[in-house]
C-alpha cells in the first residue's frame, strides 16, 4: 500500500480505527466476553477428548463422566472422524489438540454463545 496514492488515507483511517473502534470499551468488553466463552468450552471439551484414550490403537481411555461422553457427542462428526481416524501418523496428543482447535475455530460467535451455556448448564 505505500506506493498506492490512498496510503496517507489509509494510514490515518487506521489509526482512527484503531484509536476510537478497537480501544473503545464496548469492543474491549466483547472480546473479554469471547475470551471467556472460549475458555470455558475448552475447560469443558478438553477432558472428554482425553477420556476417549486412542482410537487409533487398542489404548483406551477412562468410560468417561457422562458430561465427557455427551460433551464428546456435541464435537463435529467430521472433526471426530479425523480425530479417531486409524491411518493418522501425528502423535496422539497433537491430534487432541487439533481436535479442539478444528471445533473452536468452526463455531460463529452465535453458535459459540448458545454451546458454551448448553454445556455449561448440563456440566455436573
Known amino acids: 500500500m505505500a506506493v498506492s496514492s490512498a496510503a496517507?488515507?489509509?494510514?490515518?483511517?487506521?489509526?482512527?480505527a484503531f484509536e476510537n473502534a478497537?480501544?473503545?470499551?464496548?469492543v474491549l468488553e466483547?472480546?473479554?466476553e469471547g475470551h471467556k466463552v472460549i475458555h470455558?468450552?475448552?475447560?469443558?471439551?478438553?477432558?472428554?477428548?482425553?477420556?476417549?484414550?486412542?482410537?487409533r490403537k487398542e489404548i483406551k481411555g477412562h468410560p468417561g463422566t457422562p458430561f465427557e461422553k455427551y460433551?464428546?457427542?456435541r464435537i463435529?462428526?467430521?472433526y471426530r472422524r479425523v480425530f479417531e481416524s486409524p491411518n493418522e501418523d501425528l502423535?496422539?496428543?497433537?491430534?487432541?489438540?487439533?481436535?479442539?482447535?478444528?471445533m473452536i475455530s468452526g463455531m460463529t460467535d452465535g453458535f459459540a454463545l448458545s454451546f458454551e451455556r448448553e454445556l455449561r448448564?448440563?456440566?455436573c
Not at 496517507?8 to 482512527?16: A, P, R, S, T, V
Not at 478497537?22 to 464496548?26: N, Q, V
Not at 502423535?91 to 487439533?98: A, N, S
Open 8 to 16: 496517507l488515507l489509509c494510514k490515518k483511517l487506521k489509526g482512527f
Open 30 to 32: 466483547l472480546e473479554l
Open 91 to 102: 502423535p496422539l496428543g497433537y491430534r487432541r489438540c487439533q481436535l479442539l482447535a478444528d
Open 71 to 73: 460433551a464428546y457427542g
Open 76 to 78: 463435529s462428526e467430521n
Open 121 to 123: 448448564e448440563l456440566r
Open 40 to 55: 470455558s468450552i475448552m475447560d469443558m471439551l478438553w477432558p472428554a477428548i482425553v477420556s476417549r484414550g486412542d482410537p
Open 22 to 26: 478497537y480501544k473503545h470499551r464496548s
